[in-house]
C-alpha cells in the first residue's frame, strides 16, 4: 500500500469518527480492516496507535482528540513525528563526554 493510499483511507475512518453522532462499530472496523493490511515497518507508529486505539477513543475524547490530531497532520500534510526531540545542548553534551573519554583513554 502507497501512502498516498494509507493517507485516503485514514481520512475516511477520521470522517466517521468526527461525524455526529459517530458510528464507533464502523470506525473500529475500518480501523482493523487497514490495521491488517498495513506493513509494520513503513508506518508511522502515530498511525498504529491511532488503529490499535480506536475502541479507547469512543471512551476517552481527549486521548482521542490527542491521536486525531497526529493522524489528521499526517493525512493533511504527510508529515508526522514518532519521536522526542533532542535539544542542541543535549547533543552538544554527548559530543563533550565522548570528547572528554577519548582524551581520558588516550593519557
Known amino acids: 500500500m502507497d501512502m498516498d493510499e494509507l ?4 481520512a475516511a475512518i477520521l470522517a466517521v469518527e468526527e461525524a455526529d453522532p459517530t ?10 480492516q487497514l490495521q491488517r493490511e498495513l ?3 513503513a508506518t508511522p507508529e502515530a498511525v498504529h496507535r491511532y488503529l490499535d486505539d480506536a475502541d479507547i477513543h469512543s471512551r476517552d475524547n481527549s486521548y482521542g482528540a490527542r491521536q486525531r490530531q497526529d493522524v489528521r497532520r499526517y493525512v493533511d500534510h504527510g508529515e508526522y513525528d514518532d519521536g522526542i526531540p533532542v535539544p542542541w545542548w543535549g547533543c552538544a553534551l554527548v559530543l563533550l563526554g565522548a570528547a572528554g573519554i577519548v582524551k581520558w583513554l588516550l593519557m
Open 23 to 32: 458510528d464507533w462499530l464502523e470506525v473500529e472496523r475500518l480501523a482493523s
Open 39 to 41: 506493513p509494520i515497518d
Open 7 to 10: 493517507r485516503s483511507r485514514l
